[in-house]
């Protein structure tokens, strides 16, 4: 037979054994196909197989093909992390940020958490990928790390790399885009934290570092830097920031004195993001203009939807989630991720309609929600609230799913439902 091939964004991808099991990427079919690549000499199998789980996990969500090939395509996806051409490299790493978004299981979760840490933060200095090594590191610390010093380990990996506590005003060793993707990455990760969690030993030069951050001459770097800012200052906790609050003061003495410096910072950062670029700000077409209403007028985010059901984000936190998925997954993918996935219900409180492709009409109870308004990760246990409903929710579902799918059978010759 003749080899096929197709396509994939960037990619033609052969299927040399002319097998018409591979024209497309359903479960079953990749499962062949991986053993089939498996078997052969591994330098040819990542252009091969990598495109198709990355396909298969971008836009199908293929939760069982996960489940049955987890620790294999873990294992594959490493090794061409570790020493892998730059285009296996690139695809390796997005399939770990994705399959970090699609596993459903807490153990699968902390066990690619564990494997991927050290492989991700030894690679993110050796120069090359590094924005696909950010991008997918602060995926794998989002969605699968359960506890904060689990959170705060990839932070500060981040915050090593940006060199940010160092004497120089502002590190240099890294291009304006790399810059730009470590500030973004480690703000999207302080949005899981509560704040009497954080480790203030770590960050109190962060305000301080973000704000000589602002003069930088590249537009996205400082609007990393700025959005990073509003975070810290929603959190309103400056003492785990900043070294300029004396904490040996008496409570009363060091609540007075944070109200002042609060001010005080917040129009100095202001004032920078104002001369940053004067004229666009007065004509409302300034990159941060929203971070400077903040910082001027205590005015939130402006609220904005997302989905048939409203999803409405009104915090900094909410916004740099939604807005590091939407840079890295686009924006009609991340509407699908947040509307289908259960576990985003729970970070972005969204309950989407139940969706019957036969239309045949179920009796299926309203289906509960353990529903958050604000999502954090905490110190949890084994046993903790949110591991226990993730695991009811996940076998709930699969009965109304097969509930869903044994309806096509109940239906006789005159297609009247039997059940």
């Keep these: 037979m003749k080899a096929k091939r197709f396509h994939y964004p960037g990619y033609d991808i052969i299927d040399d054994y002319g097998d018409d099991q591979f024209e497309t990427t359903s479960p079953k079919k990749l499962d062949a196909y991986l053993e089939k690549i498996l078997s052969k000499k591994k330098r040819f199998a990542g252009k091969e197989l990598l495109p198709l789980i990355v396909e298969a996990l971008n836009n199908e969500l293929e939760l069982k093909f996960v489940e049955n090939n987890l620790f294999t395509v873990l294992g594959f ?73 689990e959170t705060e380990e990839p932070m500060k990996i ?172 686009g924006e009609d993918r991340v509407e699908k991720h947040i509307m289908e996935k259960e576990y985003l219900h729970y970070i972005f409180s969204v309950r989407p309609t139940t969706f019957n492709p036969s239309n045949v009409e179920l009796y299926i109870p309203f289906r509960e929600e353990a529903t958050v308004r604000y999502f954090y990760k905490t110190a949890m246990s084994p046993n903790s609230f949110i591991a226990k409903k993730r695991t009811q929710l996940r076998n709930k579902q699969r009965l109304i799913s097969e509930a869903d799918k044994a309806s096509h059978f109940l239906d006789n010759d005159d297609g009247i439902q039997l059940a």
């Design 77 to 149: 996806c490493l090794q061409f992390i570790i020493k892998g051409p730059s285009t296996e490299r690139q695809l390796a790493l997005n399939a770990l940020g994705l399959l970090a978004m699609t596993i459903d299981n807490e153990d699968d979760a902390r066990e690619l958490y564990r494997s991927s840490l050290a492989v991700l933060s030894e690679t993110l200095n050796s120069g090359t990928e590094t924005l696909k090594i950010l991008d997918s590191l602060a995926m794998i610390t989002f969605f699968c790390a359960n506890y904060s010093n």
């Design 158 to 329: 981040i915050w090593t790399f940006l060199d940010a506590d160092s004497d120089n005003e502002v590190a240099r060793k890294h291009s304006s885009a790399v810059l730009a993707a470590a500030i973004s990455a480690w703000s999207f990760l302080l949005t899981t934290m509560e704040t009497w969690r954080l480790n203030e030993e770590h960050w109190q030069g962060a305000i301080s570092y973000f704000t000589n951050v602002l003069e930088e001459g590249d537009e996205s770097v400082h609007v990393a830097a700025a959005e990073a800012l509003a975070q810290i200052f929603e959190i309103d906790c400056l003492k785990k920031f900043s070294t300029l609050v004396d904490c040996s003061l008496c409570e009363e003495d060091r609540t007075l004195m944070e109200g002042l410096l609060k001010e005080e910072l917040k129009n100095t950062i202001a004032e920078k993001l104002k001369a940053r670029d004067e004229d666009s700000a007065r004509q409302g077409t300034f990159a941060n203009l929203d971070v400077l209403n903040y910082f001027e007028n205590g005015t939130a985010p402006e609220a904005f939807t997302i989905g048939e059901d409203g999803l409405e984000l009104y915090t900094w936190s909410q916004v740099l989630r939604v807005n590091f998925l939407k840079n890295l997954l």
